[in-house]
């Protein structure tokens, strides 16, 4: 397990050396008089304080957490982010934050690179996910106004909720017995769509939507298409051993992209991205500022971008996680291939039980699973999961926590027929396996829930 008190001489050094540059600039009155609230012990009381509420959280650390899109961020992520935020520069402008605005661009062009952008694309970091994709939505509209933007009904629900910030159409298309969305339902309302959102692993359960196949259709129709790869962008990395490599290998394709490092890249909240194939969008962010943009002629990130201030802090802690795993399989691909494989086994083991069902392939590492009773009725297996789920948590020796996921009826009739919709929707067990720790701890995992 990772201590992190064990990089605290590398912490040490490294601001020893930053503090020495802060004193270059000459004592400020402060060293005659320091101000009580700056005291180290008055800090520690209250930082004690607060490690005892950060007990109160689940063990996201730990891979006998396996429920939500968590975990704790690479330390060398967290060294720098908390080296360079010491500085707190601000990425919004070069004005702000020279050294870490070079960073972001030098790490938008290796995950553009990872796409297979060209130089000529743009892209910047955002705070998340959510703002990256209201970004590319927004150009989405500005070049299509008037027309809809359509994302399948397994899309992150803030697509549908950008729509009416940005005033626009939402078409939720429908998805088939796969659970992708529907390729004819695109072809039958093409007039009316100027966007298509496909997501690259969904949130529910790592779906890849066939991004190859869209394409064919929307590239007969001059529709966009916009890759929400929030969660899945990193396996691009992998490509080459996922079924879904057709898909990956058609991404350069798609004319915005959106990854968030936070998910997938080891990075602590606060680092999402979005990419545009085509820098020209960059006219739509135009504006002139009269505070900011005057110490370079260079881009200054603001320029291109809906937010303002953005933590400098979060692009020091990617740049210096990339250094350490570079965008390539054996670099952080490795940290992808140890999830997917856990995944994987897992999925191996439901196959072969005869109490428990896995739901789908799954595509990345993200695994819908249930325990099935023998009624067959709705009711009771959302009972039944439900206790699975809370059981868990309770289970003071042989923890174990998971995520419930909720499939409409007759979307889940249409996989497991024998089964009598008394209900609405199906509750199913959900498990995020995105730790590399999960590889090994997967089949005590599995023990542990009975399968
Ligand atoms: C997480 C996620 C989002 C939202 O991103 P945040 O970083 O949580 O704001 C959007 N789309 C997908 C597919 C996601 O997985």
Known sequence: MNRFQDYLPALKTALGKLDAWREAYGPTAEDDNPVPHYAPERIEEVLLKLEQRLEENYPFHHPEYAGQMLK??????WLAYTLAMTINPNNHSMDGGPPTSRMEKAVIKKLAAMVGYDETSLGHLTSGGTIANLEALFVAR?????KAIAAS?????THQRMCRVLNAEFIAIPVNAEGVPDPEFIEHNADRIGTVVVTLGTTGLGVVEPLADILDITRRHGI???ADAAYGGFFTLIKDSLPSRQHWQAIHDADSIVIDPHKHGLQPYGCGSVLYKD??????????SPYTYFTSDDIHLGEI???CSRAGASAAALWTTLELLPLEPSGLGTVLTSARNAAMKFAARLRDSAAWELYSDPDLDIVGYFRSPESKKLTDLNRANNAIFQQGMKNRDDPFYLSLYKIEADQFLKRFPGFEANADRAVILRSVFMKEEHERFVETLAGRLGI
């Open 305 to 307: 971008s809906l937010e």
């Open 72 to 77: 704790p961020p690479h330390p060398a992520a």
């Open 279 to 288: 820098a020209s969008v960059a006219r739509f962010f135009q504006h002139d």
């Open 224 to 226: 966009r298409v916009h």
């Open 153 to 157: 009904a397994n899309a992150h629900f």
């Open 142 to 146: 500005e070049l299509h106004p008037g």
